[in-house]
């Protein structure tokens, strides 16, 4: 199996800056997309921001400019720096991942997600 370990929420002032992280592990072939994830109470649930195994990245308009994901590969990591945080960015932020399994030499993917980290922006 794969685990997601998150890492990094909390509370922090509005336009203040944190960093949050995702370490995987277990029978780990290959990852391909990762990503955050995040749901504040009574909505749904919102795609935050992606990135490929080769680096591309890609955000939701309402983070665009104030969040950056981040990966390494090598540590089977993912990150997500959130700067000029507003509250409206609370939310339990999760991270997620495609990975790719080797069974018997066979390849199969499948998303995984983490347990989730809160995050308050508050004064």
């Known amino acids: 199996q794969v685990q997601l370990v998150e890492s990094g929420g909390g509370l922090v002032q509005p336009g203040g800056s944190l960093g949050l992280s995702c370490a995987l592990s277990?029978?780990?072939?290959?990852?391909?997309?990762m990503g955050w994830s995040r749901q504040a109470p009574g909505k749904q649930r919102e795609l935050v921001a992606t990135?490929?195994?080769?680096?591309?990245?890609n955000y939701a308009d309402s983070v665009k400019g104030r969040f950056t994901i981040s990966r390494d590969n090598a540590e089977n990591t993912v990150y997500l720096q959130m700067n000029s945080l507003k509250p409206e960015d609370t939310a339990v932020y999760y991270c997620?991942?495609?990975?790719?399994?080797?069974?018997?030499?066979?390849?199969?993917?499948?998303?995984?997600w983490g347990q989730g980290t809160q995050v308050t922006v508050s004064s």
């Open positions: 997620h991942a495609t990975v790719i399994r080797d069974t018997s030499g066979r390849h199969y993917a499948s998303d995984y």
């Open positions: 277990g029978s780990i072939f290959s990852i391909n997309a």
């Open positions: 990135i490929t195994s080769g680096g591309s990245s």
